[in-house]
């Protein structure tokens, strides 16, 4: 992914020594900006939730929208929160492989969330046709079948919905709406012949197969006492270990020119499989530990930075990229949200299937992804992009507070007792 980056000398730039020889532009004030946004946006979210549950990455979004260029301009596109940011994007689609539950996914609830994203990417192919009847339609329509699964985790959690039957259900989706459009940004927006990309693609899962196969059926007794040993010293084993394979996975996605979001997602699936058979207090404690790496320090940056690039004068520019922010905004609920509402599980009640399709319209950081690609390639205009991140943005902010608003109240009146069960 890539964000427009600047630094401007006589604004605060200064730089830092990268190597021997060379310096990477860094604007002060963004540098310490940035963290301080972050560290006021969990108070805020705090403070209104005497009224409303908002979700932390709304604040931090909406903070670096205020602060950035697009109003106050105190803080500054450059490179090196620009690299941070893209790391932050990779910890997130790290922490998604790594939380998903794949024996509770398994089998129905995964065929369906797959049959679901099926059909919204023919929905979302016509929408992006009938919008710009060119090459842009095929960004516009992958971008409109994307799930922010990596977003949806922590609101899951932090509201007590990640390990019910209906969060397994939502997570089915969630995993089909990332990983999916990862697989069709690779095929069709690589700039390579379909074949071509197919056939690197295929290079990619024989490689991450052969890593996912080795890590689950390896002994790892040795590697969970080296684990156990470093647990709470400066060697930190584990931590260092994960780090490792995903940078290894998302250098490999770049060597191979994939999308590195594909290999981070990859790493997560083979870091979980890596920590099973660990002790419970163990594994806990890893899980504490890079969750605080990736909500606390690295994922908070790639949406503050999001905010911070976002065009907010090329959305408002011209009124026919105003009205495609509400008209995107709604193809989400239609193409992605309808879809996952008419395939949940079978039995769910009325208000779990509206909560399961606005949980599954939440889209953003593939949509940034895709409309970064599609800008660049000259595809794609910068107003119908900002109109497609600002949809995206939209999406984040109302769909899962809708979404949890329905679940809590549907939850307080009686439910059947077949609703108390797993649904497969």
Same mark, same amino acid.
């Given at each position: 992914m890539t964000h427009p980056a600047a630094a401007r000398p006589g604004t605060g730039s200064d730089s830092i020594r990268a190597?021997?020889?060379?310096?990477?532009?860094?604007?002060?004030?963004?540098?310490?900006?940035?963290?301080?946004?972050?560290?006021? %946006?969990?108070?805020?979210? *705090?403070a209104f939730g005497r009224w409303?549950?908002?979700?932390?990455?709304?604040?931090?979004?909406?903070?670096? !929208?205020?602060?950035? &260029?697009?109003?106050?301009?105190w803080v500054q596109p450059d490179a090196f929160i620009e690299l941070l940011s893209d790391f932050g994007l990779a910890m997130l689609f790290f922490l998604a492989g790594q939380e998903?539950?794949?024996? =509770?996914? $398994?089998? $129905? &609830?995964?065929? *369906?969330?797959s049959i679901g994203w099926a059909i919204s990417l023919v929905l979302g192919l016509a929408a992006g046709w009938f919008v710009e009847p060119d090459a842009g339609a095929v960004f516009i329509g992958i971008a409109l079948t994307s799930t922010a699964l990596g977003a949806l985790l922590p609101i899951l959690r932090d509201a007590g919905l990640l390990r019910t039957p209906f969060g397994v259900s939502v997570l089915a989706i969630g995993a089909a709406g990332e990983f999916l459009p990862l697989i069709a940004i690779s095929i069709f927006l690589s700039g390579r012949s379909p074949l071509h990309a197919a056939i690197v693609l295929l290079a990619f899962a024989? !490689?991450?197969?052969? =890593?996912?196969?080795?890590?689950?059926?390896?002994?790892?007794?040795r590697l969970h006492e080296a684990i156990a040993a470093t647990l709470h010293t400066s060697g930190q084993f584990a931590i260092r270990l994960v780090m490792l394979v995903l940078l290894a996975l998302v250098g490999l996605s770049i060597v191979l020119?994939?999308?590195?979001?594909? +290999? =981070?997602?990859?790493?997560?699936?083979?870091?979980?499989?890596?920590?099973?058979?660990?002790?419970?207090?163990d594994r806990r404690t890893i899980e504490v530990k890079l969750d605080g790496i990736g909500f606390g320090v690295f994922v908070p940056i790639f949406f503050i930075y999001t905010g911070v690039t976002f065009d907010l004068e090329a959305l408002f520019a011209d009124t026919r990229t105003?009205?495609?922010? &509400?008209l995107f905004t709604v193809l989400l609920l239609v193409v992605r949200g309808v879809p996952s %509402?008419?395939?949940?599980?079978?039995? =769910?009640?009325p208000?779990? *299937?509206?909560?399961?399709?606005?949980?599954? %319209?939440? +889209?953003?950081?593939?949509?940034?992804?895709?409309?970064?690609?599609?800008?660049?390639?000259?595809?794609?205009d910068s107003g119908t992009a900002s109109a497609l991140v600002g949809a995206g943005l939209l999406s984040l902010l109302l769909f899962p507070l809708t979404a949890i608003a329905i679940t809590n109240r549907g939850s307080r009146r009686p439910r059947q007792e077949s609703n108390l069960r797993p649904r497969d």
């Open positions: 190597t021997k020889g060379a310096r990477v532009q860094v604007d002060v004030p963004t540098l310490v900006l940035i963290p301080t946004i972050a560290a006021i %946006a969990p108070l805020a979210t *705090r409303i549950a908002i979700p932390v990455v709304i604040f931090e979004i909406v903070l670096g !929208i205020a602060l950035g &260029p697009s109003a106050l301009g998903i539950d794949y024996e =509770a996914i $398994r089998g $129905r &609830p995964l065929a *369906r969330a024989v !490689i991450t197969g052969l =890593a996912i196969w080795r890590a689950s059926k390896g002994d790892g007794r020119d994939l999308d590195m979001l594909l +290999g =981070a997602f990859a790493a997560g699936v083979i870091a979980r499989l890596l920590l099973e058979g660990a002790p419970e207090s105003a009205v495609l922010l &509400p %509402a008419l395939l949940a599980p079978p039995g =769910a009640p208000h779990e *299937r509206v909560s399961t399709g606005l949980f599954g %319209a939440t +889209g953003l950081p593939i949509i940034v992804a895709v409309t970064a690609i599609g800008v660049e390639a000259g595809d794609l």
